[in-house]
C-alpha cells in the first residue's frame, strides 16, 4: 500500500511540461526510487539526493512504513515532512512511503529504477545481496549505486542519533531542520 506525494509540489511545472514533451517525443524518462529508513535524513542522504536527482528524470524519495530496524526516533510523518523540506530546492524530488516489497511499490510508481547509496566497502554486501534479491524478485527494476561526497562515508542515522544523544555536535552531518527536531525530542518526556 502506498500514499501520495506530501503536499501540491510532486514535480515542478517544468519537470512536467519536460517529462510530457519526452512522452510525446516517444523518449524514455528515467523515475527511480530512493529507499530507505531515514531516521532521520542525513546530510549524507541529502548528498544522494542531489546526485540521483541530476541523473534520473524524477527521483522519488520513499520511506519504509514497517522498518524491522527496531524503534525508530521519528514517526514515518515526522520523516517525511523533514525530508519534504529538506529536498523543496529539487524541482524532481517527491517523498513518499511504502511498505511490503521494494519491487511492488516500483512498479506501482512505474520506477525502474532504485537508487541506494554505499559509504565504503563495508555496506558492499548487503547493498549486493538486496540488489540481487530484487533483481530475482523483479528483473525489470535495476539498483543504481551513487557514493556519496567523502565528507559523509563515515554519516549514518543511528551514529547521528547516538552521539546526539550524548550530547555530541551533528550540526555538520544532518539539516538544520533535523538539528532542530532532535533538540525537540530531547526536550519532550
Ligand atoms: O536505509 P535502509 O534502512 O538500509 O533501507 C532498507 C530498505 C528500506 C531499502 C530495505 O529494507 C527494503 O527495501 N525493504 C522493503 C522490503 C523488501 O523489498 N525486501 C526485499 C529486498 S531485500
Known amino acids: ?22 512522452l510525446l517525443l516517444g523518449m524514455h524518462t528515467i523515475k527511480a526510487i530512493y ?12 548528498d544522494l539526493i542531489a546526485r540521483g536527482a541530476q541523473i534520473v528524470d524524477e527521483l522519488v524519495v520513499a520511506i519504509l512504513r514497517n522498518s524491522e530496524k527496531g524503534n525508530p526516533l521519528f514517526t514515518v510523518d515526522e520523516r517525511k515532512e523533514m525530508i519534504f523540506e529538506a529536498t523543496r530546492q529539487f524541482g524532481n524530488v517527491s517523498v513518499m512511503t511504502f ?3 521494494l519491487v511492488n511499490f516500483c512498479r506501482e510508481q512505474g520506477a525502474k529504477a532504485v537508487l541506494r547509496g554505499i559509504r565504503a566497502i563495508s555496506d558492499y ?4 545481496q ?7 524478485l523483479d528483473p ?9 561526497a567523502e565528507k559523509y562515508t563515515y554519516v ?10 550524548l550530547g555530541g555536535d551533528v550540526t ?9 527536531r532532535l533538540k525537540a525530542k530531547s526536550t519532550t518526556p
Do not use: W
Not at 140 to 148: A, D, I, Q, R, Y
Not at 156 to 165: A, T
Open 1 to 22: 500500500m502506498t500514499d501520495a506525494p506530501l503536499g501540491p509540489r510532486a514535480y515542478s511545472f517544468a519537470a512536467f511540461c519536460f517529462q510530457a514533451g519526452m
Open 35 to 46: 529507499p530507505g529508513t531515514f531516521d532521520p535524513l542525513t546530510n549524507g542522504h541529502l
Open 99 to 101: 511498505d511490503g516489497l
Open 125 to 128: 554486501e548487503y547493498e549486493f
Open 130 to 136: 538486496m540488489a540481487m534479491m530484487n533483481r530475482k
Open 140 to 148: 525489470n527494476v535495476e539498483t543504481l549505486f551513487m557514493m556519496p
Open 156 to 165: 549514518s542515522s543511528r551514529l547521528i542519533k547516538g552521539v546526539f544523544q
Open 172 to 180: 555538520a552531518l544532518v539539516p538544520p531542520l533535523v538539528v532542530e
